[in-house]
């Protein structure tokens, strides 16, 4: 039963344009979130995060909001750059810190 | 200088033997994980320890077997691997547990473990 779930396996994006990347997940006890970026060869790396008494953090190009009511989170790169080709994985933290990750989404800024 | 380093990168071993994987962290954290992300791409936690002492112990087989010499390494052994173990392995480190605000966890580069 997955509990935080990344229905999009990849998205396609022109270099310049906003990113949206999805998130849902299905645990109201969910305290915070983050997103993850990952490289192939490479670990994923923290890249921001929100509390769950939020709904927006902002931080340069990527902006992550909250909607609890209908316990989705979305991830925003404005404008999109070639570096951000990556896979962008959503973590929830649950009430015994531990993380749940979605499967990520494939981003791809072509150029 | 890689924050957190694990070796090998690579293993590829037949079903049946044994074989570890190194993770060391230089970042001075007290947490110490193995996350294992298999063929779906999920990242499912494994083991997590604080300061050498076993934390989170996730359900998973009794053939792998971690051990923390010290709390800046975290080492993860398999027994009598089988084909399903196939996978790559994660070591990561936080400075904390994930009690703290943030809860980043830093990855090493994976090791990517292939069972013929």
């Known amino acids: 039963d997955q509990q935080v779930k990344q229905n999009s396996p990849s998205l396609s994006v022109q270099e310049g344009r906003i990113s949206i990347l999805n998130c849902d997940y299905t645990?109201?006890?969910?305290?915070?979130f983050l997103w993850y970026k990952k490289y192939p060869a490479e670990g994923p790396t923290f890249l921001i995060s929100?509390?769950?008494i939020k709904d927006k953090n902002e931080d340069g190009r990527f902006t992550v909001f909250l909607n609890k009511s209908a316990k989705h989170l979305s991830l925003h790169i404005v404008p999109s750059q070639p570096g951000d080709s990556a896979v962008y994985f959503c973590a929830a933290r649950d009430s015994n810190y531990q993380l749940i990750w979605g499967a990520g989404t494939k981003l791809i800024i072509k150029p | 200088d890689t924050a957190v380093s694990q070796t090998p990168k690579y293993l590829v071993t037949q079903m049946g033997n044994d074989k570890s994987i190194k993770c060391e962290q230089n970042l001075g954290h007290d947490t110490m994980y193995w996350y294992k992300q298999d063929s779906k791409k999920f990242l499912k936690i494994m083991f997590s320890y604080n300061n050498k002492e076993l934390i989170i112990n996730e359900t998973v087989p009794n053939r792998f077997s971690p051990k923390s010499p010290d709390k800046a390494h975290l080492n993860l052994h398999i027994n009598s691997l089988e084909l399903g173990d196939s996978a790559v392995y994660f070591c990561?480190?936080?400075?904390?547990?994930?009690?703290?605000?943030?809860?980043?966890?830093?990855f090493g580069e994976g090791s990517r473990l292939t069972v013929l």
């Open positions: 645990n109201s006890m969910f305290d915070y």
């Open positions: 929100i509390s769950s």
């Open positions: 990561a480190s936080s400075l904390g547990l994930l009690e703290g605000p943030t809860g980043e966890l830093f």
